[in-house]
């Protein structure tokens, strides 16, 4: 509306500003839900011009995926719920010519500033845990190796992509930005199912679990990633994956993926680093 009332350069900035703010751009997410099949395609046919010009973000794509089940099309909702968007690398094994990182020197960094975190009983997503914000300027050897390695896997990741995977994920960002931070769970910490609003793509790294977390047939500390309530049994795609908290494990995936951890059930720290891809304009 600003754009036709002649400011475009006033409306470039407010969608840049929402982007950044994982606002959703449609003109149907904000006011409202479409109410017939002209309409329902009216919605489509618009996330589908904000995608190819490359405005994505998590609420647009699980608003879009609703539209894609009303509408039936469980083909294109496979297409962005592809497994093959969801990686997972150890970054203690040099074998793919990538950086690595020790994970114990991760843990030392984040537990020696401890006390410059904020405890959280209970904040959004994170329950009884400690967040460390912006771990990406603690100045230590091991933190700065975790950084270029998540650069390394992020530039692989975007050149393996290709052009079939779904225009919600597109061909990654030209620019982006690492916005970091570690949640370090304490007895019966946990994160509960959630999706990350600013990100393109999202990792976790483990830096340290207790050891009882890694024993067979355990479950506590785990990260799990699955699929919304309103996508139905028989539309394809991921549906759920578990990923055991392993000191060294980085695990990548679309930031509209929807992910939570199992409590700790044991004293002792899970300590993890959570790396949101940022596209930059």
Do not use: N
């Amino acid at each position: 509306m600003l754009a036709t009332a002649g400011l475009p350069e006033v409306a470039e900035r407010l969608v840049i500003l929402g982007f950044r703010h994982g606002a959703d751009m449609s003109i149907h997410g904000a006011f409202g839900d479409a109410a017939d099949r002209y309409e329902l395609d009216k919605a489509l046919d618009d996330y589908r011009g904000l995608f190819a010009g490359g405005r994505v973000g998590s609420l647009m794509v699980e608003r879009y995926l609703a539209l894609l089940v009303r509408a039936g099309d469980y083909d294109e909702v496979g297409r962005i719920l592809d497994p093959a968007f969801i990686r997972c690398h150890d970054l203690t094994d040099g074998s793919d010519g990538g950086t690595t990182v020790d994970p114990g020197g991760v843990a030392r960094a984040l537990l020696d500033r401890l006390d410059t975190g904020t405890y959280h009983e209970r904040d959004q997503a994170i329950l009884s845990s400690t967040r460390i914000d912006h771990v990406h300027r603690i100045a230590e050897p091991a933190i700065t190796d975790l950084m270029t390695a998540v650069r390394e896997r992020v530039d692989r990741y975007r050149a393996e992509l290709g052009a079939h995977a779904h225009a919600a994920m597109g061909a990654g960002p030209a620019r982006y930005r690492l916005d970091t931070w570690s949640v370090i769970s304490h007895d019966g910490g946990h994160a509960l199912p959630h999706k990350h609003h600013r990100g393109w793509i999202t990792c976790v790294f483990y830096a340290a679990v207790p050891e009882v977390a890694l024993a067979p047939g355990e479950d506590q500390g785990a990260l799990y990633i699955g699929r919304y309530d309103f996508i139905p049994a028989e539309a394809p795609g991921w549906r759920m994956l578990r990923f055991a908290p392993v000191p060294g494990r980085l695990v990548m995936m679309p930031s509209y993926a929807l992910h939570w951890t199992r409590p700790l059930e044991q004293p002792g720290l899970r300590i993890a680093v959570a790396i949101d891809v940022c596209a930059e304009p």
